[in-house]
């Protein structure tokens, strides 16, 4: 590490002068100015469409800039390719994951680069290499691992392990903890604590504020293609983070009144759910959610929480077990699907917006129908009534500042928040007795995550009740009166708001029972 006496002595790891970037009218890098300095952590954060991503993809070469100039440890360079990239010594890990599942971790490590003609000489170099990076960096992989049957986190070390051998001496991570438990992403830290220690340098792109705290030197802010501000991590606060990237105050935990739960609205009871290869991904779920109250499930990305409101929303088949909406079987399959239940008033914002919840080449107005295409208020004849249907896009976008107001727009024009409202508005505005709701700001800005959680407790408070599945533990902790938790396809057990924290939730991501997850943190110091 550089204490502040040396800083001025030390030229900075990177140096970006007035970085220009277009995108036909897009004016995604305005002038851009950013210093990393050596042996730090340094963390840029913005909204989405701030232009963070493009900023790292043109130090990375994945872009060219329009204008400005890119220095690494104080020299003037032209990056080209991530070839140059890497033989500058940076190196990026990405959002998702660049490996062959199939391959072995030492084969991922070493692809591209694997020594010459004569492969096994290649091959026990990098073998001894690898152990030699593994012991330094505290990056614990079996190289004979096969890739796909590591965890995630395994796998982002493996990412960080294939940078590391390239020679890196400056690391990118691009949203890095996105798919980790708690516990997963603590472990990322303590490495890249590692890596700092050991002289490396870290770039670290993420939306999670209390990231940005806990694991950062400085902060670089940026709004809508500029960087609006540079802090001393130390000196800030994740309200005035979120203020400089907003560009106003914004609440960063939504103040609700104490729940009032109601009748049970949705009873489920020993649901198992399969996958068309027969792989159980639910396991004997059961559990109520009541009207006037919000439910919500947590647990790492791929556990079974997604089959499981797939098949509560009808787009997926149960395999054993009883669904009850009102006290009437509405379990998928024998005649009730996803249109049925949407007519008896169940209304579900899918977890991938763009697979399952909208067609990006349809307009807005197109979109915010779809599903419910046959209510007569869109009706005119055997037709469509196109004005009607303008009218109520028009009514949606309003209520929920969807941006810009335009019913006419193609989908795939909106950024990735505002289609995300525009899907809540047309789910949330039928006024259904049960919301199903996963993962509602995936991929939002930090002023719409506002929004749709104020939009999603005034449902709870409207009397309905809300099922919200997300791998966003911060979202569950503020939203939920209620908690499940899933692991490996069964729920582990429930926490009531008012006992959760991250450390019991995590705990039980991980399979901890919940009697157990609660003693360790009545022991944990």
Known sequence: MHGAGETGAVQPAIELRGIDKRFGAVHANKSIDLRVEKGTIHGIVGE??????????????????????????????????????????????????????????????????????VLRAGVDRAREELK????????????????????????????????????????????????????????LFRILETLKEQGKTVVLITHKLREIMAATDNVSVMRQGEMVAHRKTAETSPEEISELMVGRKVLLHIEKGEAAPAAIVLEVDNLCVDTLQGVRKVKNASFTV????????????????????????????????????????VTPGHGVDAAELRHRGV??????????????????????????????????????????IADATE??????????????????????????????????????????????????????????????????????????????????????DRILVMCNGSIIGEVAAADANERVLGLMMAGVAPNEAKSAEGHHV
């Open 48 to 117: 989405n469409g701030a232009g963070k991503s493009t900023l790292m993809s043109i130090l990375y070469g994945f872009y060219q800039a329009d204008g400005g100039t890119i220095h690494v440890d104080g020299k003037l360079c032209v990056i080209k390719g991530s070839e140059d990239a890497i033989a500058l010594g940076i190196g990026m890990v990405h959002q998702h994951f660049m490996l062959v599942e199939t391959f072995t971790v030492l084969e991922n490590v070493i692809l591209g680069v694997e020594g010459g003609a």
């Open 132 to 187: 030699r990076l593994e012991r330094e960096y505290a990056l614990d992989v079996n190289p004979d691992a096969i890739v796909g049957e590591l965890s995630v986190g395994a796998q982002q070390r493996v990412e960080i392990l294939k940078a590391l051998y390239r020679g890196a001496e400056i690391l990118i991570l691009d949203e890095p903890t996105g798919v980790l438990t708690p516990q997963e992403a603590d472990h």
């Open 290 to 329: 009541r009207a006037g109250e919000i439910v919500g499930i947590a647990g790492v990305s791929g556990n079974g929480q997604s089959e499981l409101l797939e098949a509560l929303g009808g787009i997926r088949p149960v395999t054993e077990g009883q669904v009850l909406f009102n006290g009437q079987d």
């Open 347 to 388: 209304a579900h914002v899918p977890e991938d917006r763009h697979r399952m919840a909208m067609v990006t080449g349809f307009s807005a107005k197109e979109a915010a129908i779809l599903g419910y295409e046959d209510d007569p208020a869109y009706q005119k004849g055997i037709f469509l009534n196109w004005h009607a």
């Open 395 to 480: 009514h949606m976008m309003s209520e929920f500042d969807v941006r810009p107001n335009d019913p006419n727009l193609k989908a795939a024009n909106f950024s990735g928040g505002n289609q995300q409202k525009l899907v809540l508005a047309r789910e949330m505005m039928r006024d259904p007795e049960l919301l199903l709701v996963g993962q509602p700001t995936r991929g939002v800005d930090i002023g719409a995550i506002e929004f749709i959680h104020k939009r999603i407790v005034a449902m709870r408070d409207a009397g309905k009740a809300v099922l919200l599945v997300s791998v966003e533990l911060d979202e569950i902790m503020s939203l939920a």
